[in-house]
Nanobody, 122 residues
C-alpha cells in the first residue's frame, strides 16, 4: 500500500506560521480527495481541512478557517497545509488522510499517514 508521508511539523511561537506537506508517491494521487486531521493530547481526532481531487472544493473547521489554507499540487503529488497565526490550542499531531472518493463526502478516510507533531508555544 502506498504510504502517506507528512513533514513540516515543529515548534513555533504563537502568531507564527508553519507549512505541512503530505506526499503520496502514486500515479493515482490526483484521483482522491484528501484531508488534514489533528489530535491533541486527551482529545479525539478532528478534521482540520479537506480538499477534493482537483483542489477546487475545500472545507475547513471553524477553529482554523481564515488562518489555515489547504492546497494540493497534483503534478508534484503533494498536499499542503499552510498554517498562519498559530495559537497554542493548535498544538497537536497532524495527520494526512486519503478518502475513497474524488469529491468531498461525509465518509471516513481510508488511509492515514503517521502524523507530524506541531507545538505552538505561548
Amino acid at each position: 500500500q502506498v504510504q502517506l508521508v507528512e513533514s513540516g511539523g515543529g515548534l513555533v511561537q504563537a502568531g507564527g506560521s508553519l507549512r505541512l506537506s503530505c506526499a503520496r508517491e502514486t500515479r493515482t494521487f490526483s484521483t482522491y480527495a484528501m484531508a488534514w486531521f489533528r489530535q491533541a493530547p486527551g482529545k479525539e481526532r478532528e478534521l482540520v481541512a479537506a480538499i477534493d481531487s482537483s483542489g477546487d472544493d475545500v472545507k475547513y473547521s471553524d477553529s482554523v478557517r481564515g488562518r489555515f489554507t489547504i492546497s494540493r499540487d497534483n503534478t508534484k503529488k503533494i498536499m499542503y497545509l499552510q498554517m498562519n497565526v498559530l495559537k497554542p490550542e493548535d498544538t497537536a499531531v497532524y495527520y494526512c488522510a486519503k478518502y475513497r472518493f474524488s469529491v468531498l463526502t461525509s465518509t471516513a478516510p481510508v488511509d492515514w499517514g503517521q502524523g507530524t507533531q506541531v507545538i505552538v508555544s505561548s
